[in-house]
């Protein structure tokens, strides 16, 4: 991965998070953003957009987390997307746990709007250079 | 339920055998009476009869040695007055008459002495020992006086009739063999043997042996006694009947003897075999009396422990808690409560014998094996405090227990005692609670992110421009919104303390880096504050086996409150230092020091110190809390000294691993 992280989109469930993680990685970041409040118009429309990188909120009333990256994973068409899972669950399980999913990493919830474009370059930088 | 009475005090506690001087009393008397008897020949004066009143003397001695031992003094007093009474009597009265009363007389008291030592009489005389010897007299001449007046005159008048044809040789052989013969030995076991008929002194179930063992005393000394009364008879013919004309020479059988010394020898036989007779009565009537005390005894301290077992089985049975005993070198659970029963699901009775491990949850088990550890060494690492285990229901249902248990030695086995009780309830509870929580703080973070995340875009300008006049507004949100989910998160950090969630990664690391971030991090605040904090470190300083992550919160926590109570442009410095076996990090602030009364909760939960400073900054109170669990999670220890306006100083000591 040489190119620089360019385009992420978001999924998750709550529009007024989703429109404040657009805002902080457009404003602040300067990044490319979608958006999606619904597991399968993320599915539907991710390909489409091609994302270097995906925020998928890890609990959803429709579709949690885990197996949302399971769906993206078995599609062909996506499972080169990285996934970094976003939670704001009380006892999170270890990083391992998520990494162990297939995620490349894990940002906690509420975050930071000012330094969350940092993180997420960041964690994408650390599995690229991971990557190879 | 029947109320547990404890069973009251015997009136006398100590065993029969410790109780009286009886034995000690019988002996004398009897060496009395023999010694008396042995000296007859040297008192010659009137015959036969004053030796009499030497007995006398024994017995009396007898009363003296038995004094002030209950009820047997009385008794040797009675007899002693009775026999001292019939031997006057024997002096002005026929000889027979006289021997026949003392006999009776002497069965009379031995048996008052048998009655006198049953438990009825014994337990109404108690305590009143001025009514014993009056009692044991009144009792012996009544009785003497009753069989006197019934048998004595009938058998007297029966004989005089019978003999009054055959002239006074026979009378006076009969009188002599009715007085030595059937008085002394025979009278007397016959007269206890009527009392044993009645059941008084002898239980029931000993009435045979009695019998048979009086029997045999009474018809052994009757024979000596009639053979020597024949032999005395025999004297009449081949000696002088005059018993003043010592000269004349005896004939036959006696020839070259002397009537005195013929006489004599006769009368201390018959004298000794009389006291014999009787004494053996006495003592066959005494062990039977004995033998009824000791039994009565045995059968009352039976039913005491038979009190006491059930007493103690009742406390076993009816606890609330489940209690069992268990048998770990075999395995097997040796008995177990009702609670126990019902809490395992297993019918009355049917815990016994169950091999210990049906109890206990496998998983939980599997667990222990993991550390090396059986259930047992587990129980007996736990003795004395208390402990949690996962129990297994006969229908397989996991049971949380609290329990606690301790160590019995019986017969050289170790018996080990669990008590428990059924703590599932309350640990779905307690799931519930946490459930409850976590589901409140997440819905809370959720919008708390969404408005944190709002305004710190708004309050950094680069999204919109801040009109004029709403920064100040939008700050106030933004701060109050951040201590929101502070308090959110403080409370979240406590439950994961609580369930035993927080997990430490200890690495060894440099203090003075972790203490460098932590002060740098800090920084901001402390501006706010006008304090400047001090960070000192010495050059070179060990590695510490430590939580970064952890000891970053802590220090969080330290330096915050630090920088609270901190006067305005005071400072906060911090040292860390290589104390004894530690390493020891202070936090040390110049306020006001924390009130006294605040010392002793400083580190619970929800404990907060009022601060009395202009700038009224509140915490969750949660701080010192999470701080104390986290150090103790690394395997350190936390402190505090504090002086009314020198200000405070928390200590963290984080083990260096040299022992």
Same mark, same amino acid.
């Given at each position: 991965?040489?190119?620089n992280l360019?385009?992420i989109a978001c999924?998750?469930d709550?529009?007024?998070?989703?429109?404040i993680?657009?805002?902080?990685?457009?404003?602040?970041?300067?990044?490319?953003v979608?958006?999606?409040?619904?597991?399968?118009?993320a599915?539907?429309?991710l390909?489409?957009?091609?994302?270097?990188?995906?925020l998928?909120d890890y609990m959803?009333p429709?579709m949690?987390?885990?197996?949302?990256l399971?769906?993206?994973?078995s599609?062909?068409?996506?499972?080169?997307?990285?996934?970094?899972?976003?939670t704001?669950?009380a006892?999170?399980?270890d990083?391992?746990?998520?990494?162990?999913?297939?995620?490349?990493?894990?940002?906690?919830?509420?975050?930071?709007?000012?330094?969350l474009?940092?993180?997420?370059c960041?964690?994408?930088?650390?599995?690229?250079?991971?990557?190879? | 339920?029947?109320?547990?009475?404890w %069973?009251? %005090?015997?009136?006398?506690?100590r065993?029969?055998?410790?109780?009286?001087?009886f /034995?000690?009393?019988f002996?004398?008397? +009897?060496?009395?009476c023999?010694?008396?008897?042995?000296?007859?020949?040297?008192?010659v004066?009137?015959?036969?009869q004053?030796p009499?009143?030497?007995?006398?003397?024994?017995?009396? +001695?007898?009363a003296?040695?038995s004094?002030g031992?209950?009820?047997?003094p009385?008794i040797w007093?009675?007899?002693?007055?009775g026999?001292?009474a019939?031997?006057?009597a024997?002096?002005?009265?026929?000889?027979?008459?006289?021997? +026949?009363?003392?006999?009776?007389l002497?069965?009379?008291?031995?048996?008052l002495?048998?009655?006198?030592?049953?438990?009825v009489?014994?337990n109404f005389?108690?305590g &009143?020992?001025?009514l014993?010897?009056?009692?044991?007299?009144?009792?012996?001449?009544?009785?003497t006086?009753?069989l006197?007046?019934?048998?004595v005159?009938?058998?007297?008048m029966?004989? !005089?009739a019978?003999?009054s044809? /055959?002239?006074?040789?026979?009378l006076?052989f +009969?009188?002599?063999?009715?007085g030595?013969?059937?008085?002394?030995? !025979?009278?007397?076991p016959?007269?206890?043997?009527?009392f044993?008929g009645?059941?008084?002194?002898?239980?029931?179930e000993?009435?045979r042996?009695?019998?048979?063992?009086l029997?045999i005393?009474?018809?052994?000394t009757?024979?000596i006694?009639?053979?020597? /009364?024949v032999?005395?008879?025999?004297?009449?013919?081949?000696?002088?009947?005059?018993?003043?004309?010592r000269?004349?020479?005896c004939?036959?059988?006696?020839r070259?003897l002397s009537?005195e010394v013929i006489?004599?020898f006769?009368?201390?036989?018959?004298e000794?075999g009389?006291?014999?007779g009787?004494?053996?009565?006495?003592?066959?009537l005494?062990?039977?009396?004995m033998e009824t005390a000791?039994?009565q005894?045995i059968e009352?301290g039976?039913?005491n422990i038979?009190?006491?077992a059930?007493?103690?089985?009742?406390?076993f049975?009816?606890?609330?808690?489940?209690i069992?005993l268990v048998?770990y070198?075999? &395995?097997?659970i040796l008995?177990?409560?009702?609670s126990?029963?019902?809490?395992?699901?297993?019918?009355p009775?049917?815990?016994e014998g169950l091999?210990?491990?049906?109890?206990?949850?496998?998983?939980?088990i599997?667990?222990l094996?993991?550390d090396?550890?059986?259930?047992?060494?587990f129980?007996?690492?736990?003795?004395?405090?208390?402990f949690?285990?996962?129990g297994?229901?006969k229908?397989?249902?996991?049971?949380f227990?609290?329990?606690?248990?301790?160590c019995h030695?019986?017969?050289?086995?170790?018996?080990?005692s669990?008590?428990f009780r059924?703590?599932s309830q309350?640990?779905?509870?307690?799931?519930?609670?946490?459930?409850?929580?976590?589901?409140?703080?997440?819905?809370?973070?959720?919008?708390l992110?969404?408005i944190?995340?709002?305004?710190?875009?708004?309050?950094s300008?680069k999204v919109?421009?801040i009109?004029?006049?709403a920064?100040?507004?939008?700050?106030?949100?933004?701060?109050?919104?951040?201590r929101?989910?502070?308090?959110v998160n403080?409370?979240?950090?406590?439950e994961?303390?609580?369930?035993?969630h927080?997990?430490?990664?200890?690495?060894?690391?440099?203090?003075?880096?972790?203490l460098d971030?932590a002060?740098a991090a800090?920084?901001?605040?402390?501006a706010q504050?006008?304090v400047?904090?001090?960070?000192?470190?010495?050059?070179s300083?060990p590695?510490?086996?430590?939580?970064?992550?952890?000891?970053?919160?802590?220090?969080?926590n330290?330096?915050?409150?630090a920088?609270?109570?901190?006067p305005r442009?005071?400072e906060?410095?911090v040292r860390?230092? !290589?104390?004894?076996?530690?390493?020891?990090?202070?936090?040390?602030?110049?306020?006001?020091?924390?009130?006294?009364e605040y010392?002793?909760?400083i580190?619970?939960?929800?404990?907060q110190v009022?601060?009395?400073?202009?700038?009224?900054?509140?915490?969750?109170?949660?701080?010192l809390?999470m701080?104390k669990?986290?150090?103790?999670?690394?395997?350190?220890?936390?402190?505090?000294?504090?002086l009314?306006?020198?200000?405070? /100083?928390?200590?963290?000591?984080?083990s260096?691993?040299?022992?």
């Amino acid at each position: 991965m040489s190119q620089n992280l360019r385009h992420i989109a978001c999924l998750d469930d709550e529009a007024d998070i989703l429109m404040i993680a657009q805002l902080a990685l457009e404003t602040i970041g300067g990044y490319q953003v979608s958006v999606f409040n619904c597991v399968n118009s993320a599915l539907d429309g991710l390909a489409a957009c091609a994302p270097d990188v995906l925020l998928l909120d890890y609990m959803m009333p429709d579709m949690n987390g885990p197996a949302v990256l399971k769906a993206i994973q078995s599609d062909a068409a996506l499972a080169h997307i990285p996934v970094i899972f976003m939670t704001a669950n009380a006892f999170p399980p270890d990083e391992a746990h998520f990494l162990g999913l297939g995620a490349i990493g894990v940002i906690a919830k509420p975050f930071d709007p000012l330094t969350l474009p940092d993180e997420v370059c960041r964690i994408w930088t650390d599995w690229g250079s991971r990557a190879g | 339920m029947q109320m547990f009475k404890w %069973p009251e %005090p015997a009136a006398d506690t100590r065993p029969i055998t410790e109780r009286g001087g009886f /034995t000690a009393g019988f002996l004398v008397t +009897l060496a009395g009476c023999f010694l008396a008897t042995l000296a007859l020949p040297l008192f010659v004066v009137h015959g036969e009869q004053v030796p009499q009143f030497l007995p006398a003397g024994g017995f009396a +001695l007898g009363a003296v040695v038995s004094f002030g031992r209950r009820v047997w003094p009385a008794i040797w007093i009675g007899v002693t007055l009775g026999y001292c009474a019939m031997s006057g009597a024997d002096l002005i009265g026929n000889i027979g008459t006289g021997r +026949l009363v003392v006999g009776l007389l002497l069965g009379g008291a031995f048996t008052l002495q048998s009655v006198l030592a049953h438990p009825v009489l014994r337990n109404f005389l108690h305590g &009143r020992k001025m009514l014993l010897p009056l009692v044991s007299i009144g009792l012996g001449l009544a009785l003497t006086g009753l069989l006197t007046a019934s048998i004595v005159p009938m058998v007297w008048m029966t004989l !005089v009739a019978m003999s009054s044809g /055959t002239g006074f040789l026979v009378l006076g052989f +009969l009188n002599t063999w009715i007085g030595a013969c059937l008085a002394g030995p !025979v009278f007397a076991p016959l007269t206890v043997l009527a009392f044993v008929g009645t059941g008084l002194i002898v239980p029931q179930e000993q009435r045979r042996g009695t019998f048979v063992k009086l029997a045999i005393i009474s018809v052994v000394t009757a024979c000596i006694v009639i053979a020597i /009364t024949v032999m005395e008879g025999s004297i009449s013919d081949n000696c002088s009947t005059n018993s003043s004309d010592r000269s004349v020479p005896c004939k036959g059988l006696y020839r070259g003897l002397s009537r005195e010394v013929i006489w004599y020898f006769f009368l201390v036989i018959r004298e000794a075999g009389l006291v014999i007779g009787v004494s053996m009565v006495a003592l066959v009537l005494r062990v039977a009396s004995m033998e009824t005390a000791l039994r009565q005894e045995i059968e009352q301290g039976f039913s005491n422990i038979a009190q006491m077992a059930n007493f103690y089985a009742s406390i076993f049975d009816d606890a609330v808690d489940g209690i069992y005993l268990v048998d770990y070198t075999r &395995r097997r659970i040796l008995a177990a409560n009702k609670s126990a029963e019902r809490m395992f699901g297993y019918e009355p009775g049917k815990m016994e014998g169950l091999d210990s491990r049906r109890v206990v949850d496998r998983d939980w088990i599997d667990m222990l094996h993991a550390d090396n550890k059986s259930f047992r060494d587990f129980v007996k690492e736990k003795s004395g405090a208390p402990f949690d285990w996962v129990g297994l229901h006969k229908d397989g249902k996991r049971i949380f227990l609290e329990a606690s248990s301790s160590c019995h030695i019986q017969n050289e086995r170790e018996i080990w005692s669990v008590v428990f009780r059924d703590v599932s309830q309350r640990r779905r509870e307690e799931e519930l609670k946490r459930q409850f929580i976590s589901m409140v703080t997440h819905e809370l973070r959720t919008p708390l992110t969404s408005i944190n995340g709002a305004l710190g875009l708004l309050l950094s300008g680069k999204v919109v421009t801040i009109p004029v006049g709403a920064e100040k507004l939008l700050k106030i949100a933004n701060d109050n919104s951040r201590r929101l989910l502070v308090i959110v998160n403080d409370i979240l950090d406590i439950e994961k303390i609580a369930a035993g969630h927080m997990k430490v990664e200890m690495r060894l690391l440099d203090v003075a880096r972790v203490l460098d971030q932590a002060c740098a991090a800090i920084g901001g605040y402390a501006a706010q504050f006008s304090v400047s904090v001090k960070l000192d470190t010495p050059e070179s300083i060990p590695q510490v086996a430590l939580d970064p992550t952890r000891l970053m919160q802590v220090m969080d926590n330290l330096l915050s409150n630090a920088i609270k109570f901190s006067p305005r442009d005071g400072e906060v410095t911090v040292r860390a230092f !290589v104390f004894g076996n530690f390493m020891r990090i202070s936090v040390h602030n110049d306020g006001a020091g924390i009130p006294p009364e605040y010392q002793a909760s400083i580190f619970e939960k929800f404990s907060q110190v009022p601060n009395t400073s202009p700038r009224q900054v509140k915490g969750t109170g949660l701080g010192l809390a999470m701080a104390k669990a986290m150090v103790n999670a690394m395997g350190g220890r936390i402190s505090f000294e504090s002086l009314p306006d020198q200000g405070a /100083t928390f200590f963290v000591d984080l083990s260096l691993g040299v022992s």
